[in-house]
């Protein structure tokens, strides 16, 4: 069960990427989150590799300048982020009381992952609890993160002389901000819906399929922004090509509508979708396939991506899933763009699990 604390002082919440760094300052409480500040800092290149500081210097010296221009008065800080080095596993145990399983997997967690315990912090969520011949099992996804990633981090908010409250990983931050609103866009009702939340950010796309605040298949693909860039940077006149990129990707439909002879541009943008929509596919399918019941009732969509012109009905017809692009959440009053702060903003939400 998840059990929302209420954060009555403001708190800034740090969604920390390999290209920008978002950040938010606000509160949260029965009646949902405001958020009073927030702003984007662009990362220093090669600070952040994989969700792993690799210049502390550079990137404590830009946040503490970002954060003093930002004018944030919050002193407790919660981070967010994402690496392949983070490990999700959904297991099987037996059932046993709350507070035994945790016990259970410090014991058994070699088991299960390929990571020696004293090297990574582990935590989990209930994802299901069933019967298999009169005997109590027990679904959970097991999260573990790396000690010195941990460390990393608090070192570096401790430097800044900020209060570290959490470490959250991004797919964690989504499913409680879908899990704590009804409503997405003012028209579309989020209760008992499986979805499928799609992050498709500067390096990579962060697929998580979500039931009830809960994580049923997590995948990171390594196709975001900046495989865009990289593909038109090697045509001929790049910087033309960008502009041309630029306007067909504002009505990205029309490109399969348009009877008109192909360019290399075009052909490009086509294949750079199938890439995505097809490693997309393959998550979808691997869950849809685990349980004949196994359902996605709704796509959405967030990210600097996201922001493409018609994506949300490209979507939609390639999966033949409703899709739509998130632009409001009914418990979250916020004046920006939800879309590029979706983490940020889930991250605030504390429950009593992970």
């Known amino acids: 069960?998840?059990?929302p604390f209420v954060l009555k002082r403001k708190v800034l919440s740090i969604d920390i990427g390999a290209h920008t760094i978002k950040v938010v300052e606000g509160s949260s409480n029965q009646q949902g989150i405001k958020i009073n500040n927030y702003f984007t800092i662009r990362t220093p290149a090669n600070s952040i590799v994989d969700g792993i500081i690799m210049d502390k210097d550079l990137l404590h010296y830009?946040?503490?300048?970002?954060?003093?221009?930002?004018?944030?008065k919050a002193k407790n800080v919660i981070l967010t982020i994402n690496s392949s080095k983070i490990i999700t596993r959904e297991i099987q145990i037996p059932k046993v009381k709350y507070d035994v399983i945790d016990k259970l997997l410090k014991f058994q967690i070699e088991d299960y992952l390929p990571v020696k315990i004293d090297?990574?912090?582990?935590?989990f969520k209930i994802i299901d609890q069933y019967y298999v011949d009169e005997v109590g099992k027990m679904k959970i996804l097991v999260i573990a993160m790396p000690k010195g990633l941990i460390d990393d981090y608090y070192e570096l908010i401790i430097n800044l002389r900020l209060n570290p409250l959490v470490l959250d990983y991004q797919p964690n931050s989504i499913s409680k901000l879908l899990k704590s609103n009804n409503i997405v866009n003012d028209s579309f009702p989020l209760n008992n819906l499986t979805l499928a939340s799609i992050d498709i950010g500067h390096d990579t796309t962060k697929i998580s399929i979500i039931k009830d605040g809960k994580i049923l298949v997590t995948k990171?693909?390594?196709?975001?922004?900046n495989y865009i860039e990289k593909r038109i940077s090697s045509l001929d006149n790049p910087k033309n090509n960008l502009a041309d990129f630029n306007a067909y990707i504002r009505h990205i439909n029309s490109i399969y509508t348009d009877d008109s002879e192909e360019s290399d541009l075009l052909r490009m943008i086509k294949s750079i979708i199938s890439s995505i929509t097809e490693k997309i596919e393959v998550v979808f399918r691997y869950y849809l396939t685990r349980d004949t019941k196994n359902k996605i009732d709704m796509i959405l969509l967030s990210g600097g991506m996201a922001n493409i012109n018609g994506l949300d009905k490209l979507f939609s017809n390639v999966f033949n899933i409703p899709t739509v692009t998130i632009e409001s959440l009914d418990n979250v009053n916020f004046q920006g763009p939800i879309i590029d702060y979706a983490n940020a903003i889930g991250s605030m939400l504390r429950t009593a699990e992970v």
């Open 1 to 3: 069960m998840l059990i």
């Open 220 to 225: 990171i693909i390594d196709i975001g922004g």
């Open 62 to 72: 830009i946040l503490s300048e970002e954060l003093s221009k930002g004018k944030t």
């Open 119 to 123: 090297d990574y912090v582990v935590q």
